[in-house]
């Protein structure tokens, strides 16, 4: 399994991003999928998830600014990321279990004016 995470990038606060996740090696449509974020100096925390149907939850530090979607077609996850805030500075990592716990290799948000 791999996961291979973009979108990434430097942002103004109030600022919207969208990442991409693009996944191989597993049967993506049977798959949860989830975004992750580690802020520096913090612990990785769960920003949002979606189930293999389509149903997502988030993060209350996200809910409402973020939504979490995939495209089983192409194999993809996304996380459209709005009003964002210095808050939101930190790596983004995609994820999933089959098996056992991937991650992809992460990439950077920093939200700064």
């Known amino acids: 399994v791999q996961l291979q995470a973009s979108g990434g990038g430097l942002v103004q606060p109030g600022g919207s991003l969208r990442l991409s996740c693009k996944a191989s090696?597993?049967?993506?449509?049977?798959?949860?999928m989830a975004w992750y974020r580690q802020p520096p100096g913090k612990q990785r925390e769960v920003v949002a998830n979606?189930?293999?149907?389509?149903?997502?939850n988030y993060a209350d530090s996200v809910k409402g600014r973020c939504t979490i979607s995939r495209d089983n077609a192409r194999r993809l996850v996304h996380l459209q990321m709005n009003s964002l805030s210095p808050d939101d500075t930190a790596v983004y990592y995609c994820?999933?279990?089959?098996?056992?716990?991937?991650w992809g290799q992460g990439t950077q948000v920093t939200v700064s004016s």
């Open positions: 090696g597993m049967n993506f449509g049977a798959a949860a």
């Open positions: 994820n999933t279990y089959w098996g056992r716990t991937y």
């Open positions: 979606i189930t293999s149907s389509g149903t997502s």
